[in-house]
């Protein structure tokens, strides 16, 4: 078994800054790729931005020079960093990794999600 926690949603102001976590346990052989991404109410989830194992990054372009992906693979955790947010930021954020766990089966988990909004 594996599971992605994710913590640090919450309501913030526009302009203001918030800070999410995820970190993966259980059964895991090695953690690849990680990510984030959101939904928005009646809208697709959309990627937010990637890392690879080996630090490698892709951001989506509305968040590009504002959030910032980093990992800590001795502690299995992605976090990201958002700036300046906007009120169209405002979504479910969900934490994504691509394991192979330790019977060797590889595939994507995903977190349950945390809420982000961005309200005056």
């Known amino acids: 078994q594996v599971q992605l926690v994710e913590s640090g949603g919450g309501l913030v102001q526009p302009g203001g800054s918030l800070r999410l976590s995820c970190e993966a346990s259980?059964?895991?052989?090695?953690?690849?790729?990680m990510g984030w991404y959101r939904q928005a109410p009646g809208k697709q989830r959309e990627l937010v931005a990637t890392?690879?194992?080996?630090?490698?990054?892709t951001y989506a372009d509305s968040v590009k020079g504002r959030f910032t992906i980093s990992r800590d693979n001795a502690k299995n955790t992605v976090v990201l960093q958002m700036n300046s947010l906007k009120p169209e930021d405002t979504a479910v954020f969900y934490c994504?990794?691509?394991?192979?766990?330790?019977?060797?089966?590889?595939?994507?988990?995903w977190g349950r999600g945390t809420q982000v909004t961005v309200s005056s």
């Open positions: 994504n990794a691509n394991i192979r766990t330790k019977d060797l089966v590889l595939r994507d988990y």
């Open positions: 259980g059964s895991i052989f090695r953690l690849n790729a």
């Open positions: 890392i690879s194992r080996g630090g490698t990054t």
